[in-house]
């Protein structure tokens, strides 16, 4: 038995070199976690679209995609190609829990949720030839997970290849956040599972792919002392709340926290406030960063531009934020509705969607009209703060600033090149539904 394992382009956060291709953000562990949880047998493929290509003349028995909601019309695509070759075909992904119904037009099987004990029960069904059409793994049980097949990822491919995940879902409730919709609640690993995966990387540095890592304070003291032993160094995701809990600042710093990934969102409080993230405050940002710095942490900030509050002036007041905060490497993103999220709802009663033409529901489209300014103005608004913030000379004064100017400087140095895909995007603004 021939099992692909595929994860469709997203065409973002990636560089290119001539026909070489890297993504600057961690190895995805979605594929790597289905062939570990593979019964024995099938011979397994594993292609991450955005960096490798994808075997469309190979014969496969079974085609496994996961897709996210920009990926999802790529998904689609794929599924015809290879049924019509004669595979059968399961998606999966956050998308698939969204839009059941929509995944079900395009495959032979979907799966929604999480897949512990429903993969494999589907693999043992596809052999036995009474695979179901639908297989329901809600919430799942992260205990379950085993240790990810990283052997099968493609080496080189990743800034940051060795990923490990210790905590599911997300307590918060932004409205714009696909997780509070799809109902991921909150799971916990344990402790020692987390810690026996690190110590087996080959590497020293390694990174979360956890979306609230220090969500439980006690678990996550838990984790960073028993980290400590292990002498890594590492970078995850945080609310930048989290800098004014002194305990839990040195525990990161002791364990080897070198970077973290903040949603600061905004600058504005009513616009923090309308997404449901009155947590930050911005005039605490300053403070934060300091804090973070002092123990030795640069920040990844990222921000959202297209809130409903979002006056045309938001671009440049946010650039010089960014530069005043000395924020190590900014992210900027487009405010972008996902299926199922408030923020989609609302859009959607107001008759503001332009489209559901899902690849462009990515974080780098205008998908929507934006309530005080056109869609055309928020896109160059967008791009504008892009080119501003990396500048040579704000890369640089961002660089001597940090507490760690090689990962601040390659960041920065990776994003200024970024910006060039965005500036060869043609077409980036679609007004009627598309497929």
């Keep these: 038995m021939k099992l692909l394992l595929l994860m469709p382009d997203a065409n973002i956060h990636r560089i290119k070199f001539g026909s070489f291709s890297m993504s600057f953000r961690e190895a995805p562990l979605t594929l790597t976690t289905l062939a570990a949880l593979t019964p024995d047998g099938p011979e397994i ?34 599924a015809k190609h290879f049924r019509e070759q ?42 036995a030839g009474n695979m179901a059409a639908r297989y329901d793994g809600e919430r799942g049980d992260v205990s379950l997970l085993p240790s990810p097949c990283r052997n099968l990822q493609k080496r080189f491919g990743y800034a940051m290849p060795h990923a490990v995940s210790a905590t599911r879902g997300c307590g918060c409730h932004c409205s714009f956040c696909s997780i509070p919709a799809a109902d991921y609640g909150w799971q916990t690993r344990p402790v020692e599972h987390v810690i026996d995966e690190i110590r087996q990387f080959p590497a020293r540095r390694f990174t979360f ?22 002498k890594k160094l590492w970078g995850g995701l945080a609310t930048a709340d989290s800098a004014m809990d002194d305990e ?65 002036d938001i671009f440049e007041k946010t650039v010089d934020w960014v530069n005043e905060l000395k924020v190590d490497i900014p992210r900027y993103a487009i405010s972008t509705p996902y299926p199922g999220t408030q923020l989609f709802k609302l859009l959607e009663k107001e008759n503001r969607l332009l489209h559901r033409h ?55 140095l990776a994003y200024r090149r970024y910006l060039k895909q965005l500036q060869n995007d043609r077409g980036r603004i679609h007004r009627k539904e598309a497929s």
């Design 209 to 230: 792919n956890d979306v609230n890592l220090l969500q439980d304070r006690d678990y996550a003291l838990e984790l960073l002392n028993a980290l400590s032993p292990l």
């Design 248 to 312: 839990l600042l040195i525990a990161l710093e002791t364990s080897g926290c070198q970077y973290l990934l903040c949603g600061f969102e905004s600058i504005s409080a009513v616009s923090l406030a309308s997404i449901n993230k009155k947590f930050n405050q911005a005039p605490d940002y300053k403070r934060h960063i300091e804090a973070f710095h002092q123990h030795g942490i640069a920040i990844q900030g990222c921000f959202i531009f297209g809130l409903d509050d979002d006056p045309p």
């Design 45 to 78: 493929t594993l292609i991450d679209e955005s960096i490798q290509r994808v075997p469309r003349n190979q014969r496969f028995d079974l085609v496994a995609i996961s897709c996210l909601t920009g990926t999802a019309l790529k998904a689609y695509r794929w």
């Design 358 to 412: 899902w690849t462009h529901y990515d974080t780098q489209h205008v998908v929507f009209q934006p309530r005080h300014m056109s869609p055309e103005e928020l896109d160059a608004g967008f791009q504008k703060a892009y080119r501003e913030t990396f500048s040579l000379k704000n890369i640089q004064a961002r660089t001597k600033s940090s507490p760690h100017p090689l990962i601040t400087g390659i960041g920065n």
């Design 86 to 127: 004669g595979s059968k075909v399961v998606l999966g992904g956050i998308h698939v829990s969204l839009c059941p119904n929509e995944a079900t037009e395009h495959a032979d099987t979907i799966m929604t949720g999480f897949s512990e004990t429903t993969w494999p029960q589907m693999i043992h069904d596809f052999i």
